[in-house]
């Protein structure tokens, strides 16, 4: 039934739209989080990986399914960056504001990936 397709193509691009949002959420807060001069040689990192994956392109996908493959690969990178970063920052007194924020996103990505499986399953 067609209605029922558009439905959930609304559906599914609104999905995605919120996970891309929530996205740029997290890291217009790491780099407010950043913006100083102060900061050590992970953080550093952190503030360049950030630039890179900002500037990364993705061509538009062609149906639900490769949308939805696509944003797995996104969100499973945003959960290795956090983590990652995570296990660098452990230890540093200095950075324990970052690294609580860091371990919190990087459950938010796990969520977001569970979401985007069950949408898959469902396809």
């Known amino acids: 039934d067609k ?8 559906s599914l691009a609104s999905t995605l739209r919120k996970l891309r949002d929530s996205e740029e959420a997290h890291i217009r807060g790491i780099r407010r989080m950043l913006d100083n001069e102060k900061c050590n040689a992970v953080e550093i990192q952190i503030r360049r990986s ?6 990364e392109k993705y061509s538009k996908p062609r149906g639900a ?3 939805l493959n696509l944003a797995l690969v996104r969100e499973k990178s945003a959960f290795d960056f956090y983590s990652h970063f995570c296990k660098q920052l452990l ?3 200095e950075s324990l504001p ?3 924020v860091l371990r919190k996103l990087s459950y ?4 977001h ?3 985007i499986e069950g949408m898959l399953k469902n396809l």
């Open 50 to 55: 950030i630039k890179y994956e900002a500037k």
């Open 3 to 10: 209605n029922m397709k558009d439905i959930k193509d609304l």
């Open 91 to 93: 230890g540093n007194t």
């Open 98 to 100: 970052l690294l609580v």
């Open 65 to 67: 399914e490769e949308a």
């Open 108 to 111: 938010v990505e796990k969520s």
């Open 113 to 115: 990936i569970k979401i």
